[in-house]
C-alpha cells in the first residue's frame, strides 16, 4: 500500500550534519494520514526509535540521545519526512529506516506496517 525509499546518508566527520529523506508513494496513498518515524539501528544493537512525527505534524518525539542534535519535519506536498541531523557523534553510526504508520507515531516497532529499505549513516571520530 505505502513504499518508502530513504536517501541522504553517507560518511561524515564527528560534529558534522547530515539530512536524511524519505519519500513515500502508493495507489491511493493520502500522506497526511500518516505518521512517520525515523529508527537506527548498530551492528548487535536492537532497532531504535530516534524520532517520529504525527499526521498534522504537531507532535514530535525525541529520543533522548538526540534530542537538542535532531529535527523531524514533513512536507506533505512532496510526500516527504526529513531527519536533520546536526553535532553528529559516532555513536550515531547505523542504519537509518524510515516507517509509516496512520495517525499517530510510536516508539515500538512492530507498529509499523511500512518500512523503507534503509540508509547507512558512518560517523567518523
Known amino acids: 500500500q505505502v513504499q518508502l525509499v530513504e536517501s541522504g546518508g553517507g560518511l561524515v566527520q564527528a560534529g558534522g550534519s547530515l539530512r536524511l529523506s524519505c519519500a513515500a508513494s502508493?495507489?491511493?496513498?493520502?500522506?497526511?494520514?500518516?505518521?512517520m518515524g525515523w529508527f537506527r539501528q548498530a551492528p548487535g544493537k536492537e532497532r531504535e526509535c530516534v524520532a517520529h512525527?504525527?499526521?498534522?505534524?504537531?507532535?514530535?518525539y525525541y529520543a533522548d540521545s538526540v534530542k537538542g542534535r535532531f529535527t523531524i519535519s514533513r512536507d506533505n506536498a512532496v510526500n516527504t519526512v526529513y531527519l536533520q541531523m546536526n553535532s553528529l557523534k559516532p555513536e550515531d553510526t547505523a542504519v537509518y529506516y524510515c516507517?509509516?504508520?496512520?495517525?499517530?507515531?510510536?516508539?515500538?516497532?512492530?507498529?509499523?506496517?511500512?518500512w523503507g529499505q534503509g540508509t547507512q549513516v558512518t560517523v567518523s571520530s
Open positions: 516507517a509509516s504508520r496512520l495517525l499517530y507515531g510510536s516508539m515500538w516497532s512492530r507498529e509499523y506496517p511500512y
Open positions: 502508493g495507489s491511493g496513498l493520502s500522506f497526511s494520514n500518516y505518521a
Open positions: 512525527i504525527s499526521w498534522s505534524g504537531g507532535s514530535t
